[in-house]
């Protein structure tokens, strides 16, 4: 197809603001699945994604839509048959590196918000991202069908938050297909068509990629010059490697050969590679004969901000644990893996997630895709230790810390979190901001009974229940977004945990000195409560180096030694009592003391009763 008839667009959004359905509501009407097939949430195909109603993986489909422009229109592009590249994206915080990756593949966005919830976090984030991407952005406010739906308002936000004009906006229902017409005659009429020559030396830039259990890598591209044929001779230039094109074609939003992608096309590419370690995501794919001659930027590595630790459960052997993590990182090379060792728990992995929703999907997909029995400890996020000698290292475990008397400082990640509250909430807002250490620092209202709130924090106070706590004291209105800003020096200590006077490495915290008594005492308690009576005593204890600041005792099962005993001498009973006593002396010794996995996960408990 002619370039100028070709469309690249993303659809971008806060989450549960209608993405997903949007998008099915385009391929239905564009004819690329029938009524028959239709599904909802068609192009999220992970299982997962279905049942958590959220979209994990970006997806993208190539449309069809035969363009008929208003009748004594001028300026409009000509009538006819346009194809329109669509990717949907994620929502969710966690994600928004998808959301980068598929920006750059675009032309234009549809900005989508919700006719009753208005501005949301995710929708400035994305907003802010598209500009920063230099993509054309079309205002879309959807749900109108919905008894609170207030879409003129809403557009009226958004004309006096990010500066789109209020009458641009477009008004739909995803869900009836109201307006669907016009905002695909929008995509046609607004955004530009790609820009390349298909005679040029080829550039094209991966994307993404999955893996094809029985074809191997399967690379997404765009075609930025150029253009590529089935059988070419290809080169990755950031690998260095060369392959030959085995098949290439486009999502339709199955797989569907084609002969060739030219300059400004969407579509897939197979390679014969055989394993994704083989592929970076960004790199430039050109001809090994007639090369580009300078590569793409490609993306940055993404940044993970939340570590934990993968140990196998009973009945799953370490070996089992790779072979799953590997299996899952072909798909999904966001999370990273590295052996890691434990006293208490043997060998397992650290595994490093953008956030905590990405890490308990990945620990969800592990137990259902591969039947693997985990064991996972409580996540942290990374701190920078300051040495005697200046030199800074980055430590992802409480485990991994230096002693005391090796380092100079440690220092925190702080983010800045943009928070929309209902006016009403910014007092509850304030007291939660203290307690977590926060750091005001503007305050904007986008409407009489809606506030942005900016505020600085340690990453490590907001990780755990921060979300759920902010949409407790704002009954359910409160949304957040956030973004790593830096590292800053703070007066931080490990907490070690001692269960029968031996240190858990995995049960260790690094908190803030001023919380870490409260903490220790707090999840000490918590643990009193998960471990199970054992035939001797047990004291937990909570230590700061050598000074202990805490401890709980497990009392041991008794059993009454001396029911049996009637009548008689009392030095009987003493006998009987003190042959007890020695054997549970002995059992102390020796016996080892079985954690569940509901302890470790007690560290979450932030405590704040």
């Known amino acids: ?53 959220i979209t994990i993986k970006a ?16 300026g409009k592009p000509p009538p006819g048959r346009y194809m329109l590249n669509l990717i949907d994206t994620p929502g969710h915080v966690d994600f928004h590196y998808e959301v980068s990756r598929a920006l750059a593949a675009c032309e234009g966005v549809l900005l989508l918000v919700d ?64 307006g669907i017409d016009d ?3 929008a995509v ?47 080169l990755l230039m950031a690998a260095g490697r060369t392959y030959h094109a085995a098949d290439i074609g ?68 370490s070996i089992q644990l790779r072979e799953a993590l590997e299996k899952l990182w072909l798909n999904d090379s966001s999370f990273n893996f590295t052996p890691a060792n434990s006293a208490a728990l043997g060998t397992g992995f650290r595994c490093g997630f953008l956030g905590l929703l990405h890490m308990k999907i990945i620990q969800e997909r592990l137990e259902r895709e591969s039947d693997v029995d985990l064991v996972q400890t409580a996540p942290t996020v990374p701190f920078e230790i300051v040495l005697r000698d200046r030199k800074v290292i980055k430590v992802e475990s409480p485990a991994d810390m230096p002693g005391a008397d090796k380092y100079e400082e440690i220092r925190e990640p702080i983010i800045r979190a943009e928070i929309i509250v209902p006016a009403r909430s910014i007092g509850a807002l304030m007291e939660l901001g203290e307690q977590r250490r926060g750091e005001l620092k503007k305050t904007e209202y986008l409407s009489p009974e809606r506030v942005v709130i900016t505020y600085e924090f340690p990453m490590s106070e907001v990780i755990y229940d921060f979300y759920d706590r902010l949409k407790s004291i704002t009954s359910g209105y409160g949304t957040m977004n956030y973004e790593l800003i830096g590292y800053r020096a703070a007066d931080l200590v490990k907490l070690d945990i001692l269960v029968n006077g031996t240190p858990v490495d995995a049960l260790s915290v690094i908190v803030h000195r001023s919380k870490a008594e409260f903490r220790g005492r707090r999840l000490i ?20 180096g050598s000074k202990i600041v805490a401890r709980e005792t497990i009392k041991a099962v008794r059993k009454d030694v001396t029911a049996k005993c009637y009548g008689g001498d009392v030095t009987r009973k003493r006998k009987l009592l003190e042959k007890q ?18 302890a470790f996960m007690a560290v979450l408990d932030p405590g704040e009763d």
Not at 581 to 598: D, F, S
């Open 183 to 185: 905002l695909l005659n």
């Open 1 to 53: 197809m002619d370039i100028p008839r070709i469309r690249n667009f993303s659809i971008i959004a806060h989450i549960d603001h209608g993405k997903s359905t949007l998008a099915d509501r385009l391929l239905l009407r564009c004819g690329a699945v029938s009524q028959r097939e239709m599904r909802d949430q068609f192009l999220d195909d992970m299982e997962l994604e279905r049942e958590m109603g």
């Open 250 to 317: 486009k999502f339709r939003p199955r797989i569907t050969s084609t002969e060739a992608l030219v300059a400004g096309d969407v579509g897939y590419l197979f390679a014969s590679i055989k394993t994704i370690h083989d592929v970076n995501i960004g790199d430039t794919v050109t001809h090994e004969h007639r090369p580009t001659p300078a590569p793409m930027p490609g993306y940055q590595e993404p940044q993970r901000m939340v570590f934990c630790d993968f140990f196998p459960g009973p009945g799953t052997t």
């Open 581 to 598: 006593k020695e054997g549970k002396k002995r059992m102390k010794q020796v016996g080892n003391v079985t954690i569940p996995q509901e």
């Open 59 to 74: 997806n993208r489909a190539t449309l069809d839509f035969d363009y008929v422009p208003p009748p004594n229109a001028t």
């Open 525 to 544: 308690s918590r643990l009193r409560k998960e471990i199970a009576r054992h035939q001797f005593e047990i004291p937990l204890q909570a230590a700061i």
């Open 115 to 178: 006719a009753s919830q208005g501005i949301e976090a995710q929708t400035l984030a994305n907003a802010y991202k598209a500009v920063e991407a230099n993509v054309h952005i079309v205002p879309v406010i959807n749900k109108i069908d919905l008894p609170a739906a207030r879409p003129y308002d809403i557009a009226q936000e958004l004309e006096n938050t990010l500066g789109l004009a209020a009458e641009e906006a477009l008004f739909v229902s995803a869900k009836t297909g109201q």
């Open 188 to 234: 046609v009429e607004r955004m530009p068509p790609p820009k390349g020559d298909p005679d040029a030396p080829l550039k094209a830039l991966i994307y993404d990629a999955k893996v094809d259990p029985h074809r191997g890598v399967i690379c997404h591209l765009r075609v930025f010059e150029g253009t590529i044929r089935r059988g070419d001779k290809i």
